[in-house]
């Protein structure tokens, strides 16, 4: 059944921002601006109309709760921006260019194959590859006269082999996609265990087991898929960024700057540095 929310009068909250920053894969734009996606089993469009902010779709719950979650709704992003603004005018001039960024609250499994996925890979072919997966193995939902798809289960997605993965165009990901399923099937607990892991150095060392994930891709599915707003994930983009906002150029120097500018917040100030300087 169709169910709506409007969050009223949000200033840290754009669509485009929000789905545009390379965070997720699974929102596409519409004709008049609003973005439909596809999260867990729930199909939603978000449309920003002036300050106010339309949620519309079928829930696989309540949606005030799902949206809140999802989008983060409980933290306090104008705080959040306030004091990462006064760090330096570099940071501020990318806060006030991608102003409604928030960092969404993914499925840890879709997140980690969908990084694995994304490695060397450009914005569309992920996007396609990732709703091909879905089509093959997920979940068929209706709506609107239209099918949708979620992103299968770790037992939905164990049933593909190595070619059937290649099939669906992930190219030599196909292997390592296939066994970091394999390494996940073999222990149970093991997505339980990255959830509760507290200490970033054993987390990352977790992550780097699964095949297809280096520290790059280990770093976005601590941001996006465990909300660890304090790590700074480093890929080209932010390269470039770092090395002429800052005159850094190694990996090592970048997150040693990153960790004394930016402190907790350098995950969720990555973001706002990567969509002002791939935008420009």
């Not at 992103?151 to 165009?169: C, H, I, Q, V, Y």
């Not at 599915?221 to 707003?229: A, E, Q, R, V, W």
Request: charged share 30%; aromatic share 12%; net charge neutral.
């Amino acid at each position: 059944m169709e169910q709506q929310y409007i969050l009223k009068n949000e200033k840290s909250f754009e669509p485009k921002h929000i789905f545009e920053c390379g965070q997720c894969f699974r929102w596409h734009l519409e004709g008049n601006g609003s973005y439909t996606g596809v999260f867990g089993n729930n199909v939603m469009n978000v449309y920003k109309q002036g300050s106010d902010v339309i949620f519309t779709g079928i829930c696989e719950g309540d949606i005030e709760e799902i949206v809140t979650k999802y989008f983060d709704l409980d933290y306090d992003y104008e705080k959040l921006k306030e004091k990462l603004s006064k760090i330096d005018m570099h940071l501020k001039s990318s806060i006030e260019y991608g102003n409604g960024i928030r960092i969404l609250n993914q499925d840890l499994w879709e997140v980690i194959i969908s990084f694995i996925i994304s490695a060397n890979n450009n914005i569309p072919r992920i996007k396609g590859t990732i709703e091909k997966i879905s089509r093959a193995y997920g979940k068929k939902i209706e709506w609107n006269g239209k099918e949708y798809y979620a992103f299968p289960t770790l037992e939905e997605l164990a049933e593909a082999n190595t070619e059937d993965l290649r099939k669906l165009g992930v190219g030599f990901r196909d292997v390592r996609i296939y066994h970091t399923i394999r390494i996940i099937q073999k222990k149970e607990t093991y997505l339980d265990e990255l959830k509760k892991e507290k200490d970033m150095d054993k987390l990352m060392d977790k992550l780097l087991r699964f095949s297809g994930v280096g520290p790059k891709v280990a770093a976005c599915i601590m941001l996006f898929g465990l909300g660890k707003k304090e790590i700074f994930p480093i890929d080209v983009w932010v390269e470039r960024v770092m090395n002429e906002l800052y005159s850094v150029t190694t990996k090592k120097e970048i997150e040693k700057l990153a960790k004394q500018k930016y402190g907790l917040l350098a995950g969720v100030a990555q973001q706002y540095l990567f969509y002002y300087r791939r935008e420009q």
